[in-house]
């Protein structure tokens, strides 16, 4: 069999955690197979997601930033790893520059890293357009919850599950729980990620609202499963929440991996964007060999 021996670093923001891939030199060319070989937590690495670094497609950015998840699908944002992204990028001289301004996807971010090591990233304005998130309302109706409404999904042996839907460049369904321990996730999880109403899938976020600045949060998240921390999970959460008339403009949102502050000033066209500040950490440095894997 023959092999590519590559170098990584892994990382995590919150517990999600990553392999991150030096490509600003070229291209690995790795294959969906090859990506999931790297995230697979007994024969690989082990990772939430893959991060590639890529040299800047446009003037005015610094670099481009490339998902793969789990599953070796690409994904248009991942905001655990924008903050991974930015510290793996200044502690590999890779630039000085702060902040940074990058390509995903599905727009441009910028990143800024703090002096205690935090870094926050500005994830652009959140998506509520039903046929950009994407998700397919036809047949069902709305339930109003303050400048916001929630969808009914039917669910197995659960009925209809009132859910707010947006997207913060990926797209999200956020239900309200009054126990994030005790929620569902493991069985609704798979079942809202796989909706018939979202084309693209989804990342399910289960919200417990502990005051107007406090939130717990889990996210099972689209080809990934459930994940110790998700970025724009939390993102979407808050706003999601914010929107229904429960949080305010800051909040803290407690993950099973660590916490995360979103800030979003609402405005008459929801049109702010979101701010998110956490942790990136460096686990270590090392090299592997991938086999050739179609």
């Known amino acids: 069999m023959v092999f590519m021996h590559i170098r990584f670093t892994k990382m995590q923001g919150a517990g ?32 939430d997601q893959i991060l590639s670094v890529r040299p800047s497609p446009a003037e005015g950015l610094d670099f481009e930033y490339a998902i793969h998840n789990a599953d070796g699908g690409q994904v248009e944002h991942c905001g655990n790893g924008a903050r991974c992204f930015v510290r793996y990028v200044h502690d590999k001289g890779l630039s000085t520059r702060n902040p940074l301004r990058v390509k995903v996807v599905n727009g441009e ?22 046929d950009r998130v994407p998700f397919k309302a036809e ?20 009925g209809d599950v009132p859910v707010a839907v947006l997207s913060m460049g990926n797209p999200h369904a956020v239900l309200l729980v009054d126990d994030v321990q005790s929620a569902p996730v ?26 107007r600045s ?17 970025g724009t999970g939390a993102c979407a959460a ?5 929107r229904l ?8 949102v407690n993950t099973r ?37 179609a």
């Open 186 to 211: 493991g069985s609704w999880g798979p079942w809202i990620e796989s909706h018939e109403r979202f084309p693209q899938r989804v990342n399910a976020g289960f919200l417990q609202v502990v005051s």
């Open 257 to 293: 991996g660590g916490r995360l502050t979103i800030e979003w000033q609402d405005s008459p066209q929801h049109n702010r964007p979101v701010l998110m500040t956490g942790p990136a950490t460096t686990v270590f440095d090392g090299e592997i060999d991938i086999p050739d894997l």
């Open 109 to 130: 971010l910028e990143l800024q890293m703090h002096a205690d090591g935090r870094v926050t990233v500005d994830m652009g304005p959140p998506v509520f357009a039903l």
């Open 238 to 242: 808050v706003v999601a929440g914010i």
């Open 16 to 47: 999600n955690d990553f392999v991150v891939l030096d490509e600003t030199q070229g291209r690995l060319g790795l294959t969906a197979a090859q990506y999931r070989f790297l995230a697979d937590r007994h024969f690989g690495v082990g990772a």
């Open 139 to 158: 047949g069902l109706t709305a339930e109003p919850m303050g400048t916001f409404e929630r969808w009914p999904l039917d669910l197995p042996y659960a």
């Open 245 to 252: 008339g429960l949080l305010d403009a800051r909040v803290d």
């Open 214 to 230: 406090e939130v717990n949060l889990r996210v099972y998240e689209r080809g990934a499963g459930e994940t110790l921390a998700c």
